[in-house]
């Protein structure tokens, strides 16, 4: 009787997949685009390696915007953004369907904060964050209303290169991106590379 259960399941599930095939290619096609552990390490916790940051614990409506960017060209499109492009690369294909349901499974990832790479002036970082707070909150955990998404258990190195990025004008600068342009007019703010480095290291003794 068991078997025969799980027979008719499988046998469901076999039609349905090929339904969704005929009827709608984006929910078919949907499974296949969950290749981004690949570079994002197991269950999205980054790899520096790649230079891919952590996925897991990243709120949904950061993730679907930015894919919606990569996928649109408003991101990583820079000649001299070459991380931005390898990632751009992977998300031109992704459907409105895919999008969605990687939303979903990234949310399903248990967040653990990435480890400490830097060790900058932490207290001179804490002075620098105060302009940062206004938008990504004191303790760095986001906010959605405002469009900046948390800092707090990002992996450093990739901090210090996006925040690199929006200063060099290689992410942010696209006409249609207005949330990245507000970030690099922010970037601004930190002069030079230890800025950077001291602020990314009091983010890091911050929690979500
Ligand atoms: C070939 C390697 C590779 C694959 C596969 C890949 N990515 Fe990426 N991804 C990167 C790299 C490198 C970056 C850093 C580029 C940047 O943000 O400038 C990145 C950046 C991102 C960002 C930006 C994060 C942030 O904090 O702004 C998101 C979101 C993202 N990837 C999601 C995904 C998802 C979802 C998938 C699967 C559909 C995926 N990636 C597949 C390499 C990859
Ligand atoms: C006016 C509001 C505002 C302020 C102030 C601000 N940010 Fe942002 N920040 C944003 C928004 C909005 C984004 C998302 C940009 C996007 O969608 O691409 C962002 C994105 C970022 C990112 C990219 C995160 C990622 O995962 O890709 C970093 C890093 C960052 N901010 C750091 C800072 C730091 C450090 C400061 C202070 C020097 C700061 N921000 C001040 C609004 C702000």
């Not at 952590?54 to 991101?75: D, S, T, V």
């Not at 925040?163 to 342009?181: I, M, P, V």
Request: glycine share 10%.
């Amino acid at each position: 009787m068991k078997k025969l259960i799980t027979l008719t399941t499988f046998m469901l599930v076999a039609v349905c997949n090929v339904a969704a095939q005929t009827v709608d290619v984006g929910v078919a096609a949907a499974t296949d685009d969950r290749y981004c552990t690949t570079c994002h390490g197991v269950e999205g916790r980054g790899n520096i390696g790649v230079q891919a940051p952590r996925l897991a614990g990243m709120e949904g409506w950061y993730l679907k915007r930015q894919l919606e960017n990569f996928r649109a060209g408003i991101r990583g499109t820079h000649a001299a953004d070459v991380q931005g492009i390898a990632m751009q690369a992977m998300a031109v294909k992704l459907s409105d369907a895919s999008i969605a349901d990687i939303v979903s499974w990234v949310s399903s990832w248990e967040y653990i904060a990435a480890e400490s790479t830097v060790d900058g002036n932490a207290r001179r970082g804490r002075t620098a964050f105060g302009t940062c707070a206004a938008c990504h909150g004191a303790d760095a955990q986001g906010n959605e209303a405002l469009g900046a998404p948390a800092l707090a258990g990002q992996n450093d190195w990739y901090l210090i290169t996006q925040l690199k990025n929006f200063r060099a004008g290689y992410r942010g600068a696209h006409r249609e991106d207005s949330f990245g342009a507000q970030m690099l007019t922010m970037s601004r703010t930190l002069t030079d590379d230890q800025a950077i480095i001291d602020v990314v290291s009091y983010i890091n003794t911050l929690q979500k």
